[in-house]
């Protein structure tokens, strides 16, 4: 009865390859992230979504699309797969995008690329 | 633009000592603040939050922390560690204002555990 569920939990693909990462939560939020987290632990938001819509889209590579089918799913494509990708990919939702509510975080994607 | 700088990415503490980590923040209008702890291979999970109520928060596992304004401090803190308190933990602020606010971390501090 996972809250914020992300799949797959690794991947390990080869340079130049496409590659989907799904997010889903069942917690009826309307605010949806994601964010990098490098290997010295640093997270980074990458992507905000509001009920379906794009709000943040902060400095990533256009090879990153994320798409959001409905308020509960948040998946992100990634193009063209580079060793710089390699990272531990967060999925986060929120009840709304204002500030006092926490975020619920999902158990990560660990990102290889060789 | 908010911020949150974690002084020291490692602190190490005997079990039974106390645990202190250290949170500055940095925003144009009034914050609102986060802990967070990771375990290894796992995802981030909420210790505490100050949202402009009491100053002084209690969290789960026996941590709490402190708002100070003057200070643009929020440090966590533990009377006594536990071996399991062993984990990455961070900080976090988000405005006070509607709209476009997600969570922006600290880089994050180790915290080990010696018998």
């Known amino acids: 009865d996972t809250a914020v569920s992300q799949t797959p939990k690794y991947l390990v693909t080869q340079m130049g390859n496409d590659k989907s990462i799904k997010c889903e939560q069942n917690l009826g939020h309307d605010t949806m992230y994601w964010y990098k987290q490098d290997s010295k632990k640093f997270l980074k938001i990458m992507f905000s979504?509001?009920?379906?819509?794009?709000?943040i889209n902060e400095t990533v590579p256009n090879r990153f699309s994320p798409k959001s089918p409905d308020k509960a799913h948040l998946n992100l494509h990634i193009n063209s797969l580079e060793l710089g990708d390699s990272a531990v990919y967060f999925c986060?939702?929120?009840?709304?995008?204002?500030?006092?509510?926490?975020?619920?975080f999902g158990q990560g994607t660990r990102l290889t690329v060789v | 633009a908010q911020s949150v700088t974690q002084l020291g990415s490692h602190v190490s503490v005997s079990e039974g000592a106390l645990v202190l980590l250290r949170c500055n923040y940095s925003?144009?209008?009034?914050?609102?603040l986060f802990w967070y702890v990771q375990y290894p291979n796992q995802g981030l999970q909420l210790l505490l939050k100050?949202?402009?109520?009491?100053?002084l928060v209690k969290g789960i596992n026996g941590f709490e922390a402190e708002f100070k304004k003057s200070e643009t401090s929020f440090h966590l803190t533990k009377p006594s560690a536990h071996m399991s308190d062993a984990a990455e933990y961070f900080c976090?602020?988000?405005?006070?204002?509607?709209?476009?606010?997600?969570?922006?971390f600290g880089k994050g501090t180790r915290l080990s555990v010696i018998a």
């Open positions: 976090a602020v988000s405005e006070l204002r509607s709209g476009n606010t997600p969570l922006v």
């Open positions: 986060a939702s929120r009840p709304n995008d204002r500030g006092s509510t926490e975020a619920f």
């Open positions: 979504y509001n009920n379906k819509e794009l709000i």
């Open positions: 100050y949202t402009s109520a009491a100053t």
């Open positions: 925003s144009s209008v009034p914050p609102y």
